[in-house]
C-alpha cells in the first residue's frame, strides 16, 4: 500500500492518516463483480478523474470536470460506449450524472472496468457521498458530503481505492 492510498477496512475508509465511515455497495464486497449486482468489486482502483456540480458547489481540484446538463454514464451491456461518459440523447441505458439529488454533485472515477469496458463485468464504480449513515450504494463507495470534499482535494492521479478481497462477501 502506498501513502496515498483510501483503503477500505471493516471500520471505514482509511486516507492520509485518518479513518472515514463509508458504505459499500448493497450487494457487498465482491470478487466477482458482474453489472447489476450492487456489489462493490475488489481490487486496487485508480482514480482516474473527477467530476462536481459547478452550479453546486467551488471547484474542488484544479482537474476536476464539470458535470454539465446532458451528461451521462453508460452501464448498458449493449452499448459500444458501455462503462463510459456520454451525452444525451444517449439511445442506451444509462445514468444521469446531472442528479435530482446530491449523490453525484462530487464524483471520483475509478478505473474498474474502464476504459476498454468488458460487457457485464460492472460500470459506473466511483466514490460519491451516501444517501445516509449506513444506507448502500448501488455498488460504489459513499462517504459523508464533508468527508468527500475533504478527500477530493488531496487526492492526485497516484490515489487508488483499494478494496481487499479479505472484505468479500461482507
Do not use: Q
Not at 468527500?148 to 497516484?158: M, Q
Request: net charge positive; hydrophobic share 40%.
Amino acid at each position: 500500500m502506498r501513502a496515498t492510498d483510501m483503503v477500505v477496512t471493516p471500520r471505514g475508509l482509511r486516507f492520509r492518516g485518518r479513518l472515514f465511515p463509508c458504505v459499500p455497495g448493497r450487494g457487498g464486497i465482491s470478487a466477482a463483480k458482474r453489472e447489476g449486482d450492487g456489489a462493490t468489486p475488489v481490487g486496487v482502483h485508480r482514480i482516474v478523474g473527477m467530476l462536481y456540480r459547478p452550479d453546486r458547489m467551488a471547484r474542488p481540484a484544479d482537474w476536476a470536470v464539470p458535470i454539465r446538463p446532458g451528461d451521462l454514464w453508460s452501464d448498458d451491456v449493449r452499448d459500444p460506449d458501455y462503462n463510459l461518459m456520454v451525452r444525451a440523447p444517449h439511445g442506451f441505458g444509462h445514468e444521469r450524472l446531472r442528479r435530482a439529488d446530491r449523490l453525484y454533485d462530487l464524483v471520483l472515477l475509478t478505473d474498474w472496468n474502464w476504459p476498454e469496458g468488458v460487457p457485464g463485468k460492472g460500470s459506473a464504480i466511483f466514490v460519491h457521498r451516501w444517501r445516509a449513515p449506513g444506507y448502500p450504494t448501488a455498488g460504489c463507495v459513499g462517504l459523508r458530503p464533508r468527508d468527500l470534499r475533504w478527500i477530493a482535494e488531496r487526492i492526485g492521479y497516484e490515489t487508488r481505492l483499494v478494496v481487499p478481497e479479505t472484505l468479500a462477501g461482507r
